[in-house]
Antibody, heavy 121, light 110 residues
Framework: QVQLVQSGAEVKKPGSSVKVSCKASGGTFSSYAITWVRQAPGQGLEWMGRIIPLFGTTYYAQKFQGRVTINADESMSTAYMELSSLRSEDTAMYYC??????????????WGQGTLVTVSS | QSALTQPASVSGSPGQSITISCTGTNSDVGGYNYVSWYQQQPGKAPKLIIYDVSYRPSGVSNRFSGSKSGKTASLTISGLQAEEEADYYCSSYTSSNSYVFGPGTKVTVL
């Protein structure tokens, strides 16, 4: 059974950065893609980007280009999402989610429990 | 990439069928059979209920079904039950090698 376990809640100051981790268990980490999705309080889901650990390739939503970095450590079966230049509008629940194949499965079948990031002065 | 369009809310009585629409463009919904649907209960992570327009993952009730016509995908819940009161999101792969979500639809069981 695949499980994605994310790091704990964070409180950050405006202008700082946050790094959230997503550790996978079950399955083979390199055989799937990891996507990051965020959800502001009371709002909908927003796709941020994804990584294909097998190839190390990353894709980012245009909105976050230059501000988000997604990487992965295959030896730890862990993906990371770092968001910089934080502002209050970045306060949200951040989720990692798995696509079951690196390149030809276009849905997210397992999700992490979410990490609440609060940006406040 | 603009978000997909969904109705803000849909309601139905227990046992009824409801349908949620999800409208995009030829660059996303209309261009690929890669529409998926997610159910989100309050305080929980989203759960995949439909993928590739009309396929159900193992363990998902067959009362959930999906379809697509042109640029509009649809999720139908047949025999609506109280525990299906939740938010529902559609998602599509896009021509930009990215993904886009709809704003979500709140389903209320009357």
């Amino acid at each position: 059974q695949v499980q994605l376990v994310q790091s704990g809640a964070e409180v950050k100051k405006p202008g700082s950065s946050v790094k959230v981790s997503c550790k996978a268990s079950g399955g083979t980490f390199s055989s799937y893609a990891i996507t990051w999705v965020r959800q502001a309080p009371g709002q909908g889901l927003e796709w941020m980007g994804r990584i294909i650990p097998l190839f190390g390739t990353t894709y980012y939503a245009q909105k976050f280009q230059g501000r988000v970095t997604i990487n992965a450590d295959e030896s730890m079966s862990t993906a990371y999402m770092e968001l910089s230049s934080l502002r209050s509008e970045d306060t949200a629940m951040y989720y990692c989610a798995r696509s079951p194949h690196p390149t030809n499965q276009y849905f997210f079948d397992y999700w992490g429990q979410g990490t609440l990031v609060t940006v406040s002065s | 990439q603009s978000a997909l369009t969904q109705p803000a809310s849909v309601s139905g009585s227990p046992g009824q069928s409801i349908t949620i629409s999800c409208t995009g463009t030829n660059s996303d919904v209309g261009g690929y059979n890669y529409v998926s649907w997610y159910q989100q209960q309050p305080g929980k992570a989203p759960k995949l209920i439909i993928y590739d327009v009309s396929y159900r993952p193992s363990g998902v009730s067959n009362r959930f079904s999906g379809s697509k016509s042109g640029k509009t995908a649809s999720l139908t819940i047949s025999g609506l039950q109280a525990e299906e009161e939740a938010d529902y999101y559609c998602s599509s792969y896009t021509s930009s090698n990215s993904y886009v979500f709809g704003p979500g639809t709140k389903v209320t069981v009357l």
